[in-house]
């Protein structure tokens, strides 16, 4: 995270997403939030549903909620970050006012196939984008509205704050609108503090800190009913240029090495997930690289040669949404047998600019005893 100076601000926020309408909000949920209520009061179902992928964060189901509108899971494709195409056309109905696409790990959702099975009904396609950051001129944004998180631990990280980018005037102007907060200059000045907190943990060598510092809420899932949709600070936001332009500089090189470490030293019980979804290197930016991994005596012994070794490894999330502690009353019988399997199997090693070339090699390390120790133990 960059907290420039006064002078550090040579755009505005809105000119960042041009040709795309911003609107900005206190956090990606809000975000998220405001555009379904757009999306309920544009098509007006008497019951109205919202579509998502069975796999994901709670704050989905949250902003959902708020709306006014029913969660419906849609299960996973098989060994995929994607819903099932076929689900989610079984599922459409005349309730239906959005579906949630949700770009996980920064690895794209298929729009085009899912606006296909949407041709014609006036549902709204909402892209989840607060795992991936590309240029606004990347085709990858395809959703009548993008929603960007600017939270902790994302591509843009403010630790606070969210947008909605609209793809026609009359889809901006539909969302709704909050007065702006306003931060005082003591609150600024903590918040400061926290960034430079922030971006100390995120050397891997620090890794094991956050568990020990539980104000951070690094790495919880839990469900939070949101209480009200929150508005942008516009002073905070200053520092969202600098910030964004950082994120489409930065080097890909460590996402590159752990794919081709993959290549070389995973074995055939580790499934490299971008490599999977397009069938060779990722030309897309990730958040987190994440692979599946098959045995689970395997997974627990890579999570404590990483974990042992301070290198930042993570489950994500994990179980899917009918698993969350304060969402089985919304999900009571729901079966999403494959994001089960996903939420099971799933690690993601760090990407960002502070993984060193030490921590690569251990990395690499891990996987190879992983591999070892598979064998000898006659797997």
């Not at 405001?34 to 994901?56: C, D, I, N, Q």
């Not at 005037?169 to 400061?192: F, I, K, M």
């Not at 990483?306 to 019988?333: D, I, K, N, W």
Request: charged share 20%.
């Amino acid at each position: 995270m960059i907290i420039p100076g006064d002078r550090a601000v040579s755009r505005s926020c809105g000119e960042l997403f041009a040709p795309y309408a911003a609107h900005f909000y206190g956090s990606a949920t809000s975000a998220l939030a405001a555009s379904l209520v757009a999306a309920v009061a544009r098509l007006r179902a008497p019951t109205p549903e919202v579509l998502l992928p069975a796999y994901g964060c709670p704050a989905l189901v949250s902003a959902v909620l708020f709306a006014g509108a029913r969660p419906r899971l849609i299960d996973l494709e098989r060994d995929r970050p994607w819903m099932d195409l076929d689900g989610l056309r079984a599922a459409l109905g005349p309730d239906t006012v959005a579906v949630v696409g949700v770009d996980l790990f920064g690895i794209p959702e298929r729009y085009p196939k899912i606006r296909e099975a949407i041709a014609g009904t006036g549902i709204v396609l909402i892209q989840d984008s607060a795992q991936a950051f590309p240029p606004p001129a990347d085709a990858r944004w395809l959703g009548d509205y993008v929603v960007l998180s600017f939270g902790r631990g994302k591509p843009v990280s403010l630790l606070h704050g969210g947008a909605v980018l609209a793809r026609e005037e009359e889809l901006a102007r539909a969302l709704p609108l909050s007065p702006p907060q306003v931060t005082s200059g003591q609150v600024r000045s903590g918040l400061a503090l926290r960034a430079g907190l922030y971006n100390l943990l995120s050397s891997a060598w620090l890794y094991w800190l956050p568990a020990g510092l539980p104000f951070l809420g690094l790495g919880e899932t839990r469900y939070r009913p949101l209480a009200s949709i929150e508005a942008a600070d516009p002073r905070l936001m200053e520092w969202l240029p600098v910030n964004v332009h950082t994120c489409w500089r930065r080097s890909d090189d460590r996402q590159r090495a752990i794919y081709g470490m993959l290549a070389d030293s995973a074995g055939d019980h580790i499934v490299d997930l971008p490599k999977a979804c397009v069938g060779g290197a990722p030309a897309f930016r990730l958040l987190r690289y994440p692979i599946l991994v098959n045995d689970p005596i395997v997974r627990q012994r890579l999570f404590h040669c990483l974990g042992h070794r301070g290198l930042g490894a993570s489950a994500m999330y994990p179980s899917a949404l009918p698993g969350v502690s304060g969402l089985e009353r919304f999900f009571g019988g729901v079966s999403c047998p494959q994001a089960d399997s996903f939420a099971r199997r799933i690690v993601t090693l760090p990407v960002h600019s502070r993984v060193r070339k030490r921590d690569l090699q251990r990395m690499r390390g891990c996987l190879v005893q992983a591999r070892t120790d598979r064998r000898v133990a006659g797997h």
